[in-house]
């Protein structure tokens, strides 16, 4: 028998017995149960030596008895799921956990384990736990992380494809199902899950005032980094990514890249990572901090330095929006106390950005991906995961990072938070629609299997935070040369795929 049509028979059974199981925090059922399973098997062989002894039919007895053993066995090593997040703040991760509890308390036999972790450290973490031979059974990540994944042999396609067809392949949006498809096999290669698009937010009320354009052209934001320190109590036009132990700087580059038409290969398939292009996007970015918060940067100190009143500009996700209205998590707990309390009626939200060489909007999708050897419940369990309120709960710690990919989820989704009565119609219209503009380098059509794998290893790798680090803080590489490093680095990285695949 196998073990989820196991656990199958132990629901049924505990149904018929009436044991509501009782979950522990840790996911295992309580002593109690298995006492109270122990002392049921105890008087049903009790029962069955009688019956034996009469010379009864002992079948029914003996495959009741068969059946409270198997339940027995299966609360005292339980099917542990690892599922791993990089939905790691500590109130989401108790979400993650509340949603897992309730599978495991219709589950008896099967224990969840949530383990938080860093998106930038996925890829060190996936080759560590490949080297110890123990993968997780699933993880949240970005899609960027799937191409490379798929690559080296680490994803279950198989029971990514069990687990589109269990929610209903009709039921995701087009868009978000065409991203994960792995173009060597024509298999989905993991789930959408949810999503979010990039944006440049900047202080409105500041710009108004100074008569400054919105920060679309490489021109115009140039001109208002330089121009808001000192207005409103500003001290900085914005904070940039630079740090290079962090991907938020690669996520804000892709976007000026893709502006410039400035990719990782071209059509013939030679990598281009130094092309005149490549230089000016670098140029342009590391320029930038010339007006602003100085030092290694990434994600939180954006952030935060946007919500005191610092910065007059962020490069973010539409995660920020609710963070705009109560203020963001601290790391040492509690909220930032917004500058303004109506900051978000303050901000603008220009999500395209047009470069010398073309225009470019950013985005990205979460996956949730079947790991290698994963146990074939860990199937049931994402789908348990994307299903109705389990989904709506998740996708509500942060509507606005967090667009469905399920067209069944979209209309609860978008009513679901008082969030969204802060800004204006034609901001949350951008945001819907999102998974319809995004752009990455993973995206590009003519890329085949082996040039996404290499895109995802030079973002899992961390390529672009080391140059920016390098030429805008460190100044110890100029563009071309930091280019010129790109190049050779993705050169070998591209010649280790083709010898591999």
């Given at each position: 028998?196998?073990?989820?049509?196991?656990?199958?028979?132990?629901?049924?059974?505990?149904?018929?017995?009436?044991?509501?199981?009782?979950?522990?925090?840790?996911?295992?059922?309580?002593?109690?149960?298995?006492?109270?399973?122990?002392?049921?098997?105890?008087?049903?062989?009790?029962?069955?030596?009688?019956?034996?002894?009469?010379?009864?039919?002992?079948?029914?007895?003996?495959?009741?008895?068969?059946?409270?053993?198997?339940?027995?066995?299966?609360?005292?090593?339980?099917?542990?799921?690892?599922?791993?997040?990089?939905?790691?703040?500590?109130?989401?991760?108790?979400?993650?956990?509340?949603?897992?509890?309730?599978?495991?308390?219709?589950?008896?036999?099967?224990?969840?384990?949530?383990?938080?972790?860093?998106?930038?450290?996925?890829?060190?973490?996936?080759?560590?736990?490949?080297?110890?031979?123990?993968?997780?059974?699933?993880?949240?990540?970005?899609?960027?992380?799937?191409?490379?994944?798929?690559?080296?042999?680490?994803?279950?396609?198989?029971?990514?494809?069990?687990?589109?067809?269990?929610?209903?392949?009709?039921?995701?949006r087009t868009g978000p199902l065409q991203m994960v498809v792995d173009p060597a096999t024509g298999n989905y290669a993991a789930l959408p899950f949810d999503g979010w698009i990039q944006a440049l937010?900047?202080?409105?009320?500041?710009?108004?005032?100074?008569?400054?354009?919105?920060?679309?052209?490489?021109?115009?934001?140039?001109?208002?980094?330089?121009?808001?320190?000192?207005n409103d109590d500003l001290l900085y036009g914005m904070t940039l990514g630079t740090d290079p132990g962090q991907n938020y700087p690669h996520q804000v580059f892709e976007q000026v890249a893709i502006s410039n038409d400035a990719w990782p290969f071209d059509q013939a398939g030679n990598v281009t990572m130094d092309t005149p292009e490549m230089v000016a996007a670098l140029d342009f970015y590391a320029g930038l901090q010339d007006c602003s918060l100085p030092g290694p940067q990434y994600w939180r100190g954006a952030r935060e330095a946007y919500e005191y009143g610092q910065s007059g500009m962020l490069f973010y996700s539409t995660y920020i929006m609710d963070d705009l209205v109560d203020g963001s998590g601290l790391e040492a707990g509690g909220n930032v106390e917004l500058a303004y309390t109506d900051l978000a009626a303050r901000t603008g939200f220009a999500p395209s950005m047009e470069g010398p060489n073309g225009a470019a909007s950013y985005g990205q999708l979460v996956t949730l991906s079947i790991m290698k050897g994963a146990d074939p419940v860990a199937q049931d369990v994402v789908k348990f995961f994307m299903t109705g309120e389990n989904y709506q709960e998740i996708l509500a710690l942060a509507p606005f990072g967090k667009v469905p990919v399920l067209e069944s989820a979209v209309e609860e989704w978008k009513s679901a938070s008082d969030y969204f009565?802060?800004?204006?119609?034609?901001?949350?219209?951008?945001?819907?629609?999102g998974y319809d503009s995004m752009q990455r380098w993973l995206f590009r059509p003519d890329y085949d299997a082996t040039q996404r794998a290499v895109v995802g290893d030079i973002e899992g790798r961390l390529l672009i935070p080391q140059v920016i680090s390098n030429i805008a803080i460190e100044g110890t590489m100029t563009p071309a040369e930091g280019a010129a490093w790109l190049q050779q680095q993705v050169e070998s990285i591209y010649a280790e795929r083709k010898a591999g695949s």
């Open positions: 028998m196998s073990r989820k049509r196991l656990i199958t028979t132990i629901l049924a059974l505990v149904l018929v017995l009436g044991l509501a199981a009782c979950a522990s925090p840790s996911g295992t059922v309580d002593a109690g149960k298995e006492a109270e399973l122990q002392a049921q098997i105890d008087a049903l062989q009790a029962q069955l030596g009688e019956a034996q002894s009469a010379s009864g039919d002992t079948a029914e007895l003996e495959a009741q008895l068969e059946q409270l053993q198997a339940a027995l066995e299966a609360t005292q090593n339980p099917v542990v799921i690892e599922f791993w997040t990089t939905d790691n703040e500590e109130a989401r991760v108790q979400v993650y956990e509340a949603v897992a509890a309730r599978y495991m308390e219709a589950n008896p036999g099967v224990e969840i384990r949530i383990v938080p972790i860093e998106e930038a450290g996925i890829s060190q973490r996936i080759s560590t736990a490949v080297a110890a031979n123990r993968l997780p059974d699933i993880i949240r990540m970005g899609i960027e992380r799937v191409a490379a994944f798929s690559a080296d042999g680490l994803l279950d396609e198989e029971a990514a494809m069990a687990t589109i067809q269990a929610i209903g392949e009709d039921d995701f937010w900047y202080r409105q009320d500041v710009f108004d005032t100074l008569g400054l354009s919105a920060p679309v052209t490489w021109d115009e934001i140039t001109s208002a980094c330089e121009t808001l320190p000192g009565a802060n800004y204006p119609p034609e901001t949350l219209e951008a945001i819907a629609a």
